[in-house]
């Protein structure tokens, strides 16, 4: 997370600030001009929109002339709120509106010094739902649920329709309450060349040496034979020198992210669950009740279980064997760019927020007609994985209010936030940054016209796979302190300083350590850590099988099975057709 500054979405700006004057007369006649000009499409009919404009025009009268300020980092669908939708909200309402975009580290800074200082620094904030287990336990965010029904009814919209949201449970605290809601979304999937996968000859010289089908991963064991088969086997593919995998090394924050955003639970770390595992999540952090307990294996997590160390060696081990050699100096933003240029044949954890950078015409990975070369498609799982475990990542860029910020400027950062996941204008949103938020965008026919030209994202966001990819969840009592101390920790594996083994083991006891201050102190209340005595590892991983759970597991006597793939378009056309049934 404090990471997708994702350096290469972002603009060269570090930050960047939209300050916008109201016209002296808003209303419906501003909102008409949006709706003919801007606004397209939409799920909604323009009559729906205009009438759905007229009740922001309403609900902000209390508001006009108000200077109110919202933040969120610089990733494309933020930038099309800031620059537009910022815009056109103050112009139709009046409220004066102001969108900074900073980088994504800044926002998690910044919200942390309103929550430590109560000084009102933003009145609305755009922050990811990785930091849920954070504002659930200190107290200083707005439950939006109460909100909603409470403070907040009169400036809650009647067409928000919150069941059209995917994620809500992303931002939905141990209490049940809904403490964020999701404004854009990107997963980190599987990333492969489909036109080098589908020619005749390398499919028969793959066959020939593994003895099944070249195709989409679904275990590791699969992405490892097809890694080892394009960098030491194809080679070159038309005169260019190829590489099977494709990631990045350097001792950097950036590392962090590529770990915390879920690469453990690929392998199989942590306990069956959606969004998050119970008990034990992906992080490895064991949660009873609402009290995180321990992260090493020796208080009943799984941070430094084998599942974990397995995750972390064959990251360094591919990194090393299949990767081009300059990967491992990369950072995040370095290595963001490699795969467009033509070289590499797969790529396990790829962000589908790269999208639009990737489908530009007159890329080596595009066709002259503009479809793509490549396609995107479920991650493959590694050997510790068990069905109903998450299996990705889902980065979820989400509205949070505080109690900090004074009411009546809480409630009209909270009609813009509403403004902008509106129906009226989250379509044409979500075509701009392809971060879906709503079902209906999802399946709406503007995107099944659209869909040939976005590699499987259209595909992947309407199958029933969605679901699997998820944020950081509840386990994480404080975000920012713990996410640090991963890059450091598993730059040792990287650089070959630490062995995987003694790397996560490092990071076990940090995070144990971290959580044992927040316990002395008594900071987060009844739901702040209590960690569990160290006990031996084989204690738990008996308690695991007395309690039915997973983790942590023991070691696997196997950690290769036999490679497993499947058929892209068969996969594809195994999906439903329509959208789910609602109610």
């Known amino acids: 997370m404090p990471r997708h500054t994702r350096a290469l979405l972002l603009t060269a700006a570090s930050a960047l600030t939209l300050g916008l004057a109201a016209p002296a007369l808003a209303g419906m006649d501003e909102a008409r001009r949006y709706v003919e000009t801007e606004f397209q499409p939409s799920t909604l009919s323009k009559e729906e929109q205009l009438k759905e404009m007229q009740w922001f025009i309403d609900a902000a009268k209390p508001f006009a002339g108000m200077e109110i300020n919202v933040v969120s980092e610089t990733i494309t669908t933020h930038e099309y709120e800031a620059r537009t939708l910022a815009k056109a909200f103050s112009e139709i309402t009046g409220i004066k509106l102001r969108h900074d975009l900073i980088q994504e580290g800044d926002v998690v800074e910044k919200i942390q010094t309103q929550m430590q200082s109560g000084k009102n620094i933003y009145d609305g904030w755009i922050n990811d739902s990785d930091l849920v287990g954070t504002h659930f336990r200190y107290g200083q965010t707005v439950a939006l649920s109460d909100f909603m029904t409470g403070e907040g009814k009169d400036v809650t919209s009647p067409t928000l329709d919150l069941d059209d949201f995917i994620g809500r449970s992303f931002g939905t605290g141990p209490d049940g309450k809904l403490y964020q809601l999701p404004d854009q979304q990107f997963a980190n999937l599987y990333w492969f060349r489909y036109d080098w996968f589908t020619r005749p000859d390398l499919k028969e010289k793959f066959k020939a040496k593994y003895g099944y089908e070249l195709g989409v991963p679904v275990n590791w064991s699969a992405y490892e034979d097809i890694a080892d088969f394009f960098t030491n086997d194809v080679k070159e593919v038309d005169g260019v020198k190829v590489y099977g995998h494709m990631d990045y090394g350097k001792k950097d924050p950036s590392l962090g992210w590529r770990f915390t955003d879920a690469w453990l639970s690929m392998a199989g770390n942590g306990d069956k669950g959606i969004p998050n595992g119970k008990p034990v999540d992906e992080w490895g952090i064991r949660m009873e009740g609402c009290r995180p307990v321990g992260s090493s294996v020796e208080r009943g997590g799984d941070t430094n279980g084998p599942a974990s160390v397995y995750a972390v060696t064959k990251y360094a081990e591919w990194l090393k064997k299949y990767a081009p050699p300059q990967a491992a100096g990369m950072t995040f933003s370095e290595s963001g760019p490699v795969p467009s240029q033509g070289n590499v044949a797969q790529q396990i954890f790829w962000y589908t927020a790269f999208t639009a950078d990737m489908v530009k015409p007159g890329l080596p990975v595009v066709n002259p007609d503009g479809t793509p070369k490549w396609r995107m498609a479920p991650s493959p799982k590694g050997p510790y994985w068990k069905e109903g475990m998450k299996l990705g990542y889902q ?176 996969l594809i056309k195994s999906w439903p057709a329509s959208p789910p049934k609602r109610g």
Not at 557 to 569: C, L, V
């Open 395 to 570: 980065d979820a860029g989400s509205v949070t209010l505080l109690k900090s910020t004074p009411l009546e400027r809480r409630k009209a950062a909270w009609l813009y936030l509403q403004f902008i996941n509106s129906k009226s204008v989250s379509l044409k949103k979500s075509h701009v940054g392809l971060t879906f938020v709503r079902e209906s965008d999802i399946w709406d026919k503007s995107f099944t016209e659209r869909a040939p030209k976005l590699g499987g994202l259209v595909e992947f966001y309407r199958s029933p796979a969605r679901v699997q990819w998820t944020p950081t969840g509840v386990n994480v009592p404080d975000y920012p302190k713990l996410a640090q101390l991963w890059w450091q920790n598993i730059g040792d594996a990287s650089s070959g300083a630490k062995t995987p083994q003694a790397a996560m083991d490092a990071l076990a006891a940090a995070q144990d350590d971290v959580m044992a201050r927040l316990e002395r102190s008594k900071v987060q209340g009844e739901c702040g850590p209590k960690l569990n005595p160290k006990s031996s590892a084989e204690h738990w991983f008996e308690q695991a099988k007395k309690d039915g759970t997973l983790a942590p597991q023991r070691k696997l006597a196997n950690e290769k099975p036999k490679g497993e793939t499947i058929d892209y378009d068969t």
